[in-house]
């Protein structure tokens, strides 16, 4: 008898624009493209946790729209951040409860940057919601989430592509980057100036990454959309699925990924 294929799926950081994730995921689904083992970084960490743990992509994004994410955060009295995230682990377990890597339905790798040691830390087993903290804790903004003796920051700021938990383990690995960076002819102020240059730099992380994906899919136009307008996501969960509809219509291969016995089980 014929093994499954082993099919992974690395999902990108990008703020709210990693909704776009989300419709990606409902297309790869509804194609019956299911993944066998997901990496993500800091949206991409969110949007695969609650993947992994069951939940459908439509269910995400209501959950998403209808929760005040920004009401859980409050003032960090510190010189490191704007932010604590600690309330906001609140909200991420009113969803994944038992605060566990292994009891998700589907294996998960997230990343995470060692502020003090220049390092990638990926997270596969022990607790679950502070490393996905840790992956999205965007530096300057939010106090780094500290993990041992680890000071942890977003995974985008060194791997915004995390293919590595993937490679050699996987049979094909599917690439989702949702954090483009359109062309810009004034900038206008400085918050546009750091944000761009942060971008850019996380942008070539993933491009650098490209290579090693056998299908690399990245909706267009998600530059347009800020990384916090949350009022934008329904548009933008349609604009991932739409793409990826057509993406798979173009590249007949990925067909050969599907397989009935990767479908993960209902919650």
Do not use: W
């Amino acid at each position: 008898m014929k093994s499954k294929l082993k099919i992974g799926i690395a999902l990108s950081g990008g703020g709210v624009r990693g909704i776009a994730h989300l419709g990606v995921l409902k297309a790869l689904t509804e194609s019956s493209i299911f993944p066998t083992k997901v990496s993500g970084t800091s949206a991409g960490a969110i949007a695969g946790a609650m993947f992994c743990q069951g939940y459908s992509p439509e269910e995400i994004l209501k959950i998403i729209v209808e929760t005040n994410y920004f009401k859980f955060l409050r003032p960090a009295i510190s010189l490191t951040g704007f932010f604590k995230m600690d309330s906001v682990g609140n909200l991420f377990r009113l969803y994944l409860d038992h605060d566990d890597f292994a009891k998700l339905k589907i294996p998960l790798t997230v990343a995470a940057t060692d502020i003090k040691k220049a390092k990638v830390r990926y997270y596969s087993e022990g607790e679950l919601i502070r490393p996905i903290m840790a992956s999205s804790c965007i530096p300057g903004m939010f106090d780094p989430i500290v993990i041992g003796n680890r000071y942890l920051v977003d995974g985008g700021v060194l791997n915004n592509l995390p293919v590595e938990p993937l490679d050699g383990i996987c049979d094909y690995v599917i690439g989702i980057n949702c954090n483009q960076l359109p062309e810009e002819t004034n900038i206008k102020n400085m918050k546009k100036l750091i944000e761009r240059s942060v971008i850019m730099a996380m942008n070539y992380n993933v491009y650098s990454r490209k290579a090693k994906c056998d299908y690399f899919i990245e909706p267009p136009g998600l530059g347009r959309y800020g990384v916090f307008d949350i009022k934008k996501a329904p548009e933008l969960f349609e604009v991932g699925y739409e793409y990826t509809m057509n993406f798979i219509q173009e590249n007949p291969s990925m067909l050969e990924l599907v397989t009935k016995n990767n479908k993960p089980e209902k919650v």
